[in-house]
């Protein structure tokens, strides 16, 4: 199933709820992802997503000036290696901002568009980095680390981008153990 971004300009058949949905800055129009075949109702333009086979495209960010959505390529929510894409929406090209080697995950933009915010862990921990961004969409530049050892598995940059909300901590779970008895 090819991955693909449905642009849609009618957002009412949306539930009001659904935040999963991120708006571009004039909230005129929503997106979001779908397998092939799948239909929305509304005016709709169908922009495939680039990325490896098989895997999702998720954690959508449209940039505060309309020309770009970044995205996670990860083979799904629980994925431990993904990679950081930015598609110009001009000509439906899409760049990598990461090498695919590590985690990186909640893309989140500027308020100039040329610097895009996300969580890797290509440092060690879960952390805070900055990737400047070129007009044209491409990274220029190393990656630049804002935080270390901070264990944030996400981050939204608000529009001005002076705060950021995070969640902090990992994901733990017990396993439990249980003899079956038979009849």
Do not use: C
Request: overall charge neutral; cysteine-free.
């Amino acid at each position: 199933a090819l991955a693909a971004l449905l642009v849609t300009l009618s957002a009412a058949s949306l539930p009001a709820q659904d935040e999963s949905v991120p708006l571009p800055p004039d909230s005129r129009v929503v997106m979001h992802t779908t397998a092939a075949g799948d239909s929305a109702s509304g005016w709709t333009t169908r922009i495939a997503l680039p990325g490896r086979e098989g895997n999702a495209r998720v954690d959508l960010a449209w940039s505060h000036d309309d020309k770009f959505i970044a995205y996670v390529d990860a083979r799904n929510y629980t994925a431990q290696v993904t990679q950081l894409r930015i598609l110009r929406l001009a000509d439906s090209k899409a760049v990598a901002v990461s090498n695919g080697l590590t985690n990186d995950w909640s893309p989140s933009w500027g308020p100039d568009s040329r610097s895009l915010y996300f969580a890797s862990n290509r440092g060690g921990a879960m952390d805070i980095w900055r990737q400047r961004i070129g007009d044209d969409g491409s990274p220029t530049g190393e990656a630049e680390q804002l935080t270390q050892g901070l264990e944030v598995p996400s981050l939204p940059v608000n529009r001005d981008g002076t705060r950021t909300a995070y969640r902090k901590g990992r994901a733990l779970a017990n396993v439990w153990r249980l003899p079956i008895q038979p009849d």
